[in-house]
């Protein structure tokens, strides 16, 4: 998972600081939004020429890093 969680970028000349996926203008948030709509890994990266399938699946490793919380309150 690391190795796939190294493609994920934190540039603050990027996209305002947002991790991005290997430096390019792509906003993690941008792509799990794509893949939570229900586009499939192929129609995003048919759509999105200058991206990998290992770029998708960092994103979701990179999302899966995020949910490891220790606990979320109730009510929020």
Known sequence: ????????TIDPQVC???PCVRGLRY??????GLLSSGMSTDEVLED??????????AVLAYAA????TRRIAAGT
Do not use: F, W
């Open 48 to 57: 999105y020429e200058d991206l990998e399938r290992d770029d998708l699946l």
């Open 65 to 68: 890093r995020l949910a490891q």
């Open 16 to 18: 305002h600081g947002k």
């Open 1 to 8: 998972m690391d190795n796939l969680l190294s493609r994920i």
């Open 27 to 32: 906003p993690v948030e941008t792509l799990l």
